[in-house]
Nanobody
Framework: QVQLVESGGGLVQPGGSLRLSCGAS????????MAWYRQAPGKQRELVAS???????YYADFVKGRFTISRDNVKNTVYLQMNSLKPEDTAVYYC??????????WGQGTQVTVSS
């Protein structure tokens, strides 16, 4: 089996930055797409950004120009650099990794709170 461990969330002031990480471990036989989602209280989970094995990226309109997704295929880790954070970015952020052998798996989530 595999595990995903997220880190990097926390409390930040508006305009600040955070970097999220999500590392995979276990019986990894290859990874397809990796992505970050978020879920705010009372709202549905939504896609924030994704990156393919070839490093093609997709960003939701509400984070374009502010967030950057990247991956390290040696470390089996996906990152989300978040700049110019806004209060509306407050949510639990989840990574989703599509494993060749195991299919899509979710991380445990990490809280991001943007507040003064």
């Amino acid at each position: 089996q595999v595990q995903l461990v997220e880190s990097g969330g926390g409390l930040v002031q508006p305009g600040g930055s955070l970097r999220l990480s999500c590392g995979a471990s276990g019986s990894i036989f290859g990874i397809n797409d990796m992505a970050w989602y978020r879920q705010a209280p009372g709202k549905q989970r939504e896609l924030v950004a994704s990156i393919t094995g070839g490093r093609s990226t997709y960003y939701a309109d509400f984070v374009k120009g502010r967030f950057t997704i990247s991956r390290d295929n040696v470390k089996n880790t996906v990152y989300l650099q978040m700049n110019s954070l806004k209060p509306e970015d407050t949510a639990v952020y989840y990574c989703n990794t599509d494993f060749l052998k195991w299919g899509p798996k979710w991380g445990q989530g990490t809280q991001v709170t943007v507040s003064s």
